[in-house]
């Protein structure tokens, strides 16, 4: 049975000019991603995931082209309204963890919930939660520098989640990584997903963690396409 849409792009385009050159990333690309659905996205560097999490994510527009999310139409809204449906709805995970380096890895996790409104009691709650869920609740007091590049990425996804998004972005979330700890984070951050019914797609050059996933897509000719890793 398909999954309700979560997350839709119809007919986007996007390109950039480069020393007087057309650089076309995205050319009338569809793409859904189906609620409680992982998707991988493979392609080389260079060939537009960024451009396309960026997009899907509201951080940047497309030339032209459609991205709904939750059947909301957003290319209508202004940008304050765009800002606030990533803010909630949107968790975003880099290849670097850009916590910040002078807060705890509680207090990285806690403030998106207390930008929100939350009380700081329950932010802090939910923070130590989603530490111990990501199993680096132990180190919890460290500052980021004080943490392994497992960890941080570990407390990034806790912080990209803090606000229970509806859609989890992810830009090689594991690409600086050595292997086996790159399948570790990538373990805890499935068992996330799949706990919470978040909707993810995961920009990825490990092929054994595309397998994972529920789908996987590539970029080819601006457009999104279904492959098998
Ligand atoms: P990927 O994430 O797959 O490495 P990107 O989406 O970052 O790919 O970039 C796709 C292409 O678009 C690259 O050739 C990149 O140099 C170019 N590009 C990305 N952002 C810009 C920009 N703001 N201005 C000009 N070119 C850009």
Redesign the pocket.
């Known amino acids: 049975m398909a999954r309700e849409p979560i997350l839709s792009l119809r007919k986007v385009s996007r390109s950039?000019t480069?020393a007087d050159r057309e650089?076309v990333?995205l050319r009338d690309a569809d793409f859904v991603l189906g609620k409680g659905e992982m998707v991988a996205l493979v392609?080389p560097?260079?060939?537009?995931?960024?451009?396309l999490l960026h997009t899907a994510g509201l951080l940047e527009r497309p030339d032209q082209g459609d991205v709904k999310l939750s059947g909301r139409d957003c290319g209508t809204l202004s940008d304050d309204e765009r800002t606030a449906i990533r803010r909630n709805d949107v968790g975003f995970v880099y290849q670097f963890h850009h916590l910040l380096p002078e807060f705890s890895a509680l207090e990285n996790v806690m403030l998106p919930q207390m930008i929100r409104g939350l009380p700081k009691s329950a932010a802090m709650k939910r923070a130590q939660q989603l530490l111990d869920y990501m199993k680096v609740g132990k180190r919890a007091s460290h500052r980021p520098s004080e943490l392994s590049g497992g960890e941080q990425q570990r407390v990034a996804i806790a912080r990209a989640v803090a606000n229970a998004p509806l859609v989890l972005l992810a830009d090689e979330p594991t690409g600086n990584l050595d292997p086996e700890t790159a399948s570790y984070v990538f373990a805890a951050l499935e068992a996330l997903v799949r706990q919470s019914g978040l909707s993810a797609m995961i920009a990825t050059h490990n092929h054994d963690l595309a397998r994972r996933m529920d789908r996987c897509v590539t970029l080819k000719d601006g457009k999104v396409i279904d492959i098998v890793p």
């Open positions: 950039y480069e650089l990333i392609a560097s260079g060939a537009g995931k960024s451009t």
